[in-house]
């Protein structure tokens, strides 16, 4: 049975978003994340400073679940966490942000848990750089996607993939600011 894959990201249409203050010099998470490659971070994790964006209709307020305008590095209410810990805690790391939210509280939570083999090469758009690919466009193998729920692929360090079960578990909490739009090709 094929399955349905999306990319995991926000919406910013009508829900903020966060993005990190860090002082000049300091790699920002995105960078560290990047450098990693979807390997832990090991007692070298220092806790970022976030700040909160306008939504595209400038407003700004905390209500909202999720955001990935970090990505790969992506924040997290308490709300997501108790509702779909079950599924982000075996696939990743739940690390700590702060913000100057003073009702809301928010994690950091980076996946761990790349898929080896599921990058389609033949049907993918992508190009060859000295510290791997820049894939444009992936198109992923249907019969070598193993995880249920939410996963990355080795190829890709900027890309993490969610199932029809994860978009299900996320609409019948009622979790805001996920955007499923982007659904990805698989083969």
Same mark, same amino acid.
């Not at 992936?138 to 990355?152: A, G, H, R, W």
């Given at each position: 049975?094929?399955?349905?894959?999306?990319?995991? #990201?926000?919406?910013?249409?009508?829900?903020?978003?966060?993005? =990190?203050?860090?002082?000049?010099?300091? *790699?920002?998470?995105? !960078? #560290?994340?990047?450098? &990693? %490659?979807?390997?832990?971070?090991? !007692?070298?994790? =220092?806790?970022?400073?976030?700040?909160? *964006?306008? %939504?595209?209709?400038?407003?700004?307020?905390? =209500?909202?679940?999720?955001?990935?305008?970090?990505?790969?590095?992506?924040?997290?209410?308490?709300? +997501?966490?108790? /509702?779909?810990?079950?599924? &982000?805690?075996? #696939?990743? =790391?739940?690390?700590?942000?702060?913000?100057?939210? /003073?009702?809301?509280? @928010?994690?950091?939570?980076?996946? +761990?848990?790349?898929?080896?083999?599921?990058?389609?090469?033949?049907?993918?758009?992508?190009?060859?750089?000295? $510290? !791997?690919?820049?894939?444009?466009?992936?198109?992923?193998?249907?019969? /070598?996607?193993?995880?249920?729920?939410?996963?990355?692929?080795?190829?890709?360090?900027?890309?993490?993939?969610?199932?029809?079960? @994860?978009?299900? $578990?996320?609409?019948?909490?009622?979790?805001? !600011? @996920?955007? @499923?739009?982007?659904?990805?090709?698989?083969?």
């Amino acid at each position: 049975m094929m399955k349905k894959i999306y990319l995991l #990201r926000s919406t910013s249409r009508n829900t903020c978003s966060f993005i =990190q203050n860090y002082p000049e010099g300091e *790699r920002s998470i995105i !960078g #560290r994340c990047m450098l &990693l %490659n979807w390997k832990p971070f090991c !007692g070298n994790y =220092q806790t970022i400073m976030l700040e909160l *964006r306008r %939504n595209d209709v400038g407003k700004k307020n905390y =209500q909202f679940d999720f955001s990935s305008a970090l990505t790969p590095f992506f924040v997290i209410s308490e709300s +997501t966490l108790d /509702k779909l810990g079950d599924i &982000l805690k075996p #696939r990743g =790391q739940i690390l700590p942000v702060i913000t100057e939210s /003073k009702r809301k509280i @928010f994690f950091g939570y980076y996946p +761990t848990n790349p898929i080896s083999g599921c990058f389609d090469m033949d049907k993918s758009i992508y190009r060859v750089v000295e $510290r !791997g690919l820049i894939v444009e466009k992936p198109v992923l193998i249907n019969s /070598k996607i193993t995880d249920e729920y939410l996963f990355s692929i080795e190829e890709d360090i900027s890309r993490v993939f969610v199932t029809e079960k @994860f978009k299900e $578990r996320v609409e019948d909490a009622g979790l805001l !600011g @996920f955007d @499923f739009s982007v659904e990805i090709p698989v083969d």
